[in-house]
C-alpha cells in the first residue's frame, strides 16, 4: 500500500468517524443555541418596550384611586364588625371579597406566586371561612381551588388581554358583587410596581357598605347635599372598581418587569451555553487535528521503517 | 365659613359675579382665589392639578358649583355637564355619564368620571333616535326591572339632549 | 337618592354605572365614536365556580355591554 492510501486509512478510522460525529453535533447545538439567544433577545426586547409603555399606564391610571381613597383609606381593616355594638343598617353577609390579579400565562418570575401564597396565607387564618375568593387569571385558579374549593368565586380568563378596560372591569366586578351582596368589605391583593426590579404584594382594603355606615363618624367633616346613605352605599362599590382599576395597572408592569428578568436570564443562560459550547467545539476539533497529525506521522514513520 | 355651594341651574350662570363676591371672604396664603382640581376618567387624566375660577358639575340635586374652598364635601354625580370656568377666563364644558366630586380638608378637589366628552363630541341625532326610543321602552314596560332600565337610558338621553342642544 | 329606582330593581351601581357610560359612548360623533368604542373591544370568559369545579362561562365583550342597556341581567 502506497503511503497516499495509508493516510486515507488513517484518515477514515474508526476513531476519526467517531470524533467527526461529536464535531457535526456540536456545531447542531452551537447552531440551536444561537437561534435561541437570537430569539429570547428579540423577546427581551419586545418585553423591554412592553414594560416601558406598561409603566406609563400604571403613572396615568394612578390618580384615579386617588380621590375615594383619601376618604374612605380612613376605615381599614380593624375597624371590623366586633368593635362596634351598633347594628348594621343592612343585613350582613359576613363574608370578605378577596379579589387577587394574577395572570393567565406563567414565566413571569414571582408575580404570581407571591400573589398565591399572600391569600392562602390569608386563607389558613380564615377559620370560619369568611373569605371568597376570585382572580383575574388562570394561574391563581388551580393552587386556590385545590385546597379551598368552596371559596373560589370566579375567574377571569383572557381578562383585560390587549388592554384593561373600565367597561370590561365593571361587569367582572358586578359578575362578583351580584354573587356576594352586602359583602363585608372587599381586599385587592395585587403585585405593586416599584421599578423593574422591584414589585412586592399590596394589599387594598375596600370596605362594604355597612362598615362604613357604623364608622360614618369618621367622615362627619364631609357633607352631602343628597341622601348621604345612598351615596355612600354607590361610593363604596365605585371604591372597589377604581382601587382595582389602579391595581391592575400595577400588577401589569409587575409582570411585564418579570417577564424581561426572565427572558434576561434566558438570554444569559443562552450566551453562557452558547460559549461552553463554542469552546467544546474548538477543543474538539483540535483534538481531532491532534490525533490525525499523530496518526499522520506514525503512519508516516511505519511507511520509512517498512521502506 | 361661607358655604359656595350652589344649587340651582340656570341662575348659576347668571350668578358668577355673586359668587366672586363670595371669594373675597376666602383668605389664602397664596393670594389667589383658585380652585385645583383634578378631573379623571379611568382611561385618560384630563386636567390634574389643574387652576380654575370655578367649576360646576351636575349633582343628584341639581347643578352644584365649587370654588376655591375648605368646604369638605362627597358628591354623587348624575349625567349631565361639567363647566369649568378656567383661570384666563375661557369657559369649558363636558359631558358625563356619571362619577363622583370629592373636596378635601386640604382644599384639593377630585373629580371621578367613567365616560367625560367635550360636549360638541355629543351626535345631536344619535340622542335624539336614543330619547325617541327609550321613552317607548319606558312607556311600554311592564315590569319593575324594565321600566328601570328604560327609565336609566331615557334620563341619560335627556340630560344629553339638554347639553347639545336637541328638543325634547 | 333615597331608594333610586334603579337599586329597588336590583342593579347595582357597578351596573348603572356602565349602562350609563355606554348610552354616552353610543352617541358621540365620529371619529370619537370610534376612538370610544376600542373601549369596548374587550373579549373574556368570566367562570363561575362552584365547589371548586366550573359551573357556568359568561362572555364578557361588547354585544353584552349593549345588552345591559335594554335589559335588565338576572
Redo the contacts between chains.
Sequence with gaps: MNSASKLFVALASPANQRNMATLKDLKIRLGTVKTISKLTKTLHMVASSKLRSAEKKAEESGPFSVGPQKILGAVTSSDAFNTTTEAPVEERSGKQLLIAITTDTGMCGPVNHQIIKTIKALLKDDGKQEILVSTTGLKGVAPIVADYPNQFLISGRDFGKADYSFPEVLLFLNEIISKVPNYDSALVVYNKFKNALSYNVDRQFIPGFNLLELNRDKFYEYMTSEDRAATMKDLSEFHLASSFWTGLYQNRASEMAARMVAMDNASKNGESISQALGLQYNRARQAMITSELIEIVSGASAIESSD | MIRSIVKSTNTLLKSNVAINSNKRFFATETGDDLLTFSLLSPHQTIYKDKKAQLVTLPGAKGIFGVAKNHVPRIAELKPGVIQINHENGDLEKFFISGGFAFVNPDASCYINTIEAVPVDQLDPNEVKNGLTRFTQLYNDAQDENSKAIALIGLETHQQMAFACGVSA | ?????????????????????????????EP??AV?KN???????????K???EAST?V?NAE??QKE????KN
Excluded: D, P
Design positions: 337618592m333615597a331608594g333610586q329606582y334603579w337599586r329597588a330593581a336590583g342593579i347595582t351601581y357597578l351596573q348603572y354605572a356602565n349602562i350609563c357610560g355606554t348610552h354616552v359612548r353610543n352617541c358621540l360623533k370619537f365614536k370610544a373601549r369596548e373591544g374587550f373579549i373574556s370568559n368570566t367562570v363561575l365556580y365547589n371548586g369545579k359568561i364578557l353584552l355591554l342597556v335594554l335589559t335588565k
